[in-house]
């Protein structure tokens, strides 16, 4: 998106805004269910012109799916004569804010597959306002991994991993920020070959430099999308038959699922040749891990210890607790009764003692996680110090 771009979805956003905020300032209810339509259709365009041009009725589609959710009675009458009829015209301003967040949310959705050679969303929790910090961590997170699966492929690109991170870079005035239907925050960074570095290589090698890339990429959304289905462990063989490497990519694939106060990420764009986003959820940790378990040999199979409980991700089914001054990263597969146990020691502020099986993991870039235990008993332990959970 360029600057003049950026100024007009700016200035729309400020006229969207005016709407939500002073709904009866813009005339009756079908002239402001209008003005906010064509506002809508107006940003699409600004903001998403390679989209636009493919389908200019997108912001249009996506009302007419909102009519569809919000009436399924009758979703061929508009918003203002739905509420006119029974008798709620003052629950206008409640349904622009809630037009805006479904059009633009289905919109973004859409660009995250079609508007660039790849982008990256991140979908935050409610309530969370995200600081740059924190999106940099991720992206961080991101170009590393990148990284990671182009060289993990044995291919051309370990001879250049600093020329790898460099592909994947983006213009900030390109960065773009909604709101979901739950007023979550949202971000999606576009990533495009004109900001690829010139590499003193000669422009052979740097195809297929790129090639690499895309290929370590391709790979790792195929293992995440065999992670979010039930098929066997056939599968992931299938997609990547070395044990060595599949243990990687499931290393890297883990990294990059949402954790903390991040919801759902998403990737997309021209890069990974699909149709749809790749959606990567926390609870896809515990397939990926049980990559790592069938291709590692346990440490100590019969690991016990008495200890605190530093944090918790309900989502990915992981919870770390503190041995001396290190973490220890401690798994529980698809057994309730133990995350359970972890709820109420979490609840009531005490020590845990589990037991299981312990790990070395040594491809992982976080500390935390190159020891980690398949948990197989958690029984309460002593009273302890105030407990974090996340």
Known sequence: MNEVARDLVNYIDSRLDSIENRTWTWGSPQSVELQTLLLLELRTFAAHRVGFQRNPYEARNAYYDFLAKEFPKAPNRPVFAQIEASGRAQDM??????????????VEERSISEDGDLLLG???KRDFQPSFSTICAYYTQFRDTAKRTATGLDNIAARDAKAIRGMFDFPLPSVRTYLTETNAVGVVLPFARSTIPQLNMG??????????AEAGLKKLVDLVQWASGTKDQ????KILPNDDVRRLFATCAMSLLPANDVGVVKMGGEFLRARDPQI?????AVRLRGILDRTLAPEDDSYAVTAP???????????????????VACWVDMNESLMDRVRVAVGNKTMVRVVGSMYRNSLSKLKNDRR?????????????EPLAAE
């Open 93 to 106: 301003p409640r349904y622009v804010a809630k037009l805006r967040a479904f059009v633009s949310k289905q």
């Open 122 to 124: 991140l979908e935050f």
């Open 203 to 212: 422009p052979s090698f740097s195809r297929q430099l790129e090639r690499e």
């Open 234 to 237: 056939r599968a992931a063989v």
């Open 280 to 284: 990567l959820l926390g609870t896809y």
């Open 309 to 327: 409980i530093s944090t918790v991700d309900f989502d990915q089914r992981k919870f770390s607790i503190r041995v001396g001054k290190s973490k």
């Open 372 to 384: 980690y235990l398949v948990v197989r008993s958690v029984e309460p332990g002593p009273q302890e």
